[in-house]
């Protein structure tokens, strides 16, 4: 990293020089562990492959984010995590029913020839779609095979939404589901026909098997009634209110610090409910021990 900023300007200059005349390869990658929740395996770039990622990111962006739908609300400008729980929130009190479910290790997973089919829709020249190539090609999660791309990789954001885009399509245009909201690879789908939304579910999951080459996570797929709440996001959700998580709050008390306490402060005032607020106190108290609450 820092010999590439000490000679910023020349490995810059023979970066574009190597894109222009498609010469461009990727390098390696440093790869860590992190433990959230679940296992997970990060994947960073060297600086000068992020430059050519950040660059790819934002040509993507104008093309593709026009086209997504309303409700796919990660990683877009103006979108995020509250208000992906606030619409969720919305579409639970209309509806009886609600089908929540996730795609099963989705990095892992996705296709890279597939990917690369859908992108070739729209990106016509050959230059892009060969550091396309480059790029999807540069790490793989399954050994010998084209299958997967890496958490790290700020392409990976607009990857994720451009594939699961095909998902979104299917489920608004070709079932006329309305009430359908993506978050990442988690998905709501709610109604108010059990029946129905059987259905949605089984013609849903066999289109992912089919033709994006995924599967679900048995263990969060389920459908539930929506006056018994439904968790979703790191949030318990009902129609008239919502809470954080114990999972979030078990966090809170780990990492809470003197630094970040108003970071967490606005997260508990924000979806806390009255008990959750008062343990947030205390657990600031304890921090802060010559504070009066």
């Known amino acids: 990293m820092h010999d590439f900023q000490y000679h910023l300007e020349k490995n810059l200059y023979g970066l574009s020089r190597d894109l222009r005349l498609g010469r461009y390869q990727h390098g390696g990658y440093r790869k860590y562990i992190v433990n959230d929740k679940k296992r997970r395996e990060i994947s960073v770039a060297l600086v000068r492959d992020r430059v050519v990622h950040r660059l ?14 309303y409700d796919a609300w990660s990683c877009r400008q103006g979108k995020g995590l509250l208000g992906a729980v606030e619409r969720t929130q919305a579409f639970l009190k209309p509806f009886k029913w609600v089908w929540k479910s996730d795609v099963k290790k989705f990095f892992d997973s996705v296709d890279q020839e597939t990917l690369l089919q859908i992108l070739s829709l729209r990106v016509k020249d050959n230059l892009t779609l ?18 997967g791309m890496p958490i790290g990789n700020l392409t990976s954001q607009i990857f994720a939404n451009v594939y699961l885009n095909e998902l979104d399509r299917f489920v608004k245009h070709t079932m006329k589901i309305k009430a359908y909201l993506r978050y ?29 080459k995924l599967q679900v996570n048995l263990k969060s797929d ?16 009902w129609p008239s209110g919502r809470t954080l998580s114990r999972r979030n709050i078990v966090r809170t008390r780990e990492r809470l610090k003197p630094e970040n306490i108003p970071s967490y402060s606005g ?3 924000k979806h806390g409910n009255l008990k959750q607020i008062k343990l947030f106190d205390w657990l600031v108290y304890e921090k802060l021990p010559g504070l009066e609450l």
């Open 56 to 69: 790819i990111y934002d040509y993507l962006v104008k093309i593709y984010d026009k086209t997504f739908i």
């Open 130 to 147: 060969n550091l396309l190539k480059e790029l999807i090609y540069s790490c793989a999660t399954v050994p010998g095979k084209k299958v």
């Open 184 to 212: 990442g690879d988690d998905f709501i789908v709610g109604d108010n026909d059990l029946g129905k939304l059987k259905l949605f579910r089984e013609r849903t999951i066999e289109f992912l098997n089919n033709e994006l």
């Open 222 to 237: 389920r459908i539930v009634k929506t006056g018994q709440g439904l968790k979703f996001l790191g949030m318990a959700l």
């Open 267 to 269: 997260l508990i005032k």
